[in-house]
């Protein structure tokens, strides 16, 4: 079974560029987590999607963060414009139908360094 | 605020003997909890969870303990091998929460087991 998909792996853009980073979920997974972690913290939620609706995105700075899941499958992340402090990894991950003790599988990460 | 802490960055045990990282929270809601393992380039793996209904969990040569007066938890590997060397995060969900299935992650313990 493929696990979940992330690209790019890196990237590396100059403050106030924009820029957006995909996640493909584990197939038949209706559940799809945003994360951030910041070097040296454990990750952050920042938005989750049941199916190709919010669920919750209070932790999401949504006057520069935006993510949509169409279809309810595929997720892009996008951050315009983007600060120093947006430098971190940004993990996917997918779980079944998103129940509180379900587990939660994480893509590798895009890991972003905004110069 | 940080909710869920790891007050140890690193550990580092030789192999055969026992590993113990701890973790406490904050959080009275809080009731079920996770620990996941990261690798290098990778993302979390889920590893053991325990629910509070329970003062132990174990899975092979991995035990979690759950204290919950003291609001504290621990991972005990043992006996611990080379593999095991990496970033140990613990998390835990909120009852009360209105995201069914986020987490909180702490900040992680880097555990090198030498040879």
């Known amino acids: 079974e493929a696990g979940v998909a992330q690209s790019p792996r890196y990237k590396i853009i100059e403050k106030r560029q924009s820029v957006a980073f995909w996640c493909n979920p584990i197939?038949?997974?209706?559940?799809l987590y945003w994360y951030q972690q910041i070097l040296g913290q454990g990750p952050k939620l920042l938005i989750q999607?049941?199916?190709?609706?919010?669920?919750?995105d209070s932790q999401l700075p949504k006057d520069r963060f935006s993510a949509e899941r169409l279809k309810g499958v595929d997720s892009t992340l996008k951050i315009q414009p983007a600060k120093l402090e947006d430098s971190a990894v940004y993990l996917c991950?997918?779980?079944?139908?998103?129940?509180?003790?379900?587990?939660?599988?994480f893509g590798p990460g895009t890991r972003l360094l905004v110069l | 605020d940080q909710q869920v802490k790891q007050n140890s960055p690193s550990l580092s045990v030789q192999e055969g003997r026992i590993s113990i990282l701890n973790c406490d929270y904050t959080?009275?809601?809080?009731?079920?909890f996770l620990w996941y393992k990261k690798y290098p380039a990778e993302g979390p793996t889920f590893l053991i969870s325990?629910?509070?209904?329970?003062d132990k969990n174990e899975d092979g040569r991995f035990t979690v303990f759950l204290n919950k007066s003291a609001k504290h938890l621990s991972l005990h590997i043992v006996p611990s091998q080379p593999g095991d060397s990496a970033v140990y995060f613990c998390a835990a969900s909120d009852a009360g929460g209105t995201s069914y299935g986020k987490l909180t992650f702490g900040q992680g313990t880097i555990l090198t087991v030498h040879p």
């Open positions: 991950a997918s779980s079944l139908v998103g129940g509180r003790m379900e587990t939660q599988y």
């Open positions: 197939s038949g997974h209706a559940t």
């Open positions: 999607f049941q199916n190709n609706g919010v669920v919750d």
């Open positions: 959080n009275s809601m809080f009731d079920y």
């Open positions: 325990i629910s509070s209904i329970k």
